[in-house]
């Protein structure tokens, strides 16, 4: 007696069916949540900015002398006396907001803290994924104010 023979499984247009749905998924997707995947956020970032800030006008006032924060918009990093970080992958530097005088020749820009705690002032807004963290600097005091979360 002969039997009928069903072949269960998949064929091979259906996998690649699935394989080019998955692909697309990880290519929307994966971008879009890189920085939180890696642990990124702009509030990170724009907390370790607003903390070089505040030791930077704590060490302005404890020698007396002027020290600077210099940012890199276009290098997406930052710099104060020998300490430099990197912004991590993700994140870049949205808005930076100084006086005209705190620009230096080569397109960075400075925030500088005096002996009496005044400073520059200014403001800089760091961004990642959609999301946004500023620190500002007011020139008056040389307050540091961060809406980072």
Do not use: N
Request: hydrophobic fraction near 45%; avoid cysteine; charged fraction near 20%.
């Amino acid at each position: 007696m002969p039997t009928s023979r069903t072949d269960s499984g998949f064929t091979l247009f259906e996998v690649l069916i699935a394989l080019a749905l998955v692909a697309a998924v990880y290519l929307l997707v994966v971008p879009a949540l890189g920085p939180w995947l890696i642990g990124v956020s702009p509030g990170e970032e724009a907390r370790r900015l607003a903390s070089v800030l505040r030791e930077a006008q704590a060490s302005a006032v404890a020698t007396s002398g002027e020290t600077a924060v210099v940012i890199d918009r276009d290098g997406r990093a930052w710099a104060s006396g020998d300490r430099g970080r990197q912004l991590a992958r993700g994140t870049s530097f949205s808005a930076v907001e100084l006086p005209a005088g705190a620009r230096l020749a080569d397109g960075r820009a400075a925030i500088r803290f005096f002996p009496d705690g005044s400073s520059t002032g200014g403001r800089v807004e760091v961004a990642a994924a959609g999301r946004r963290s500023t620190v500002v600097v007011d020139w008056l005091t040389g307050r540091v104010r961060s809406d980072a979360r």
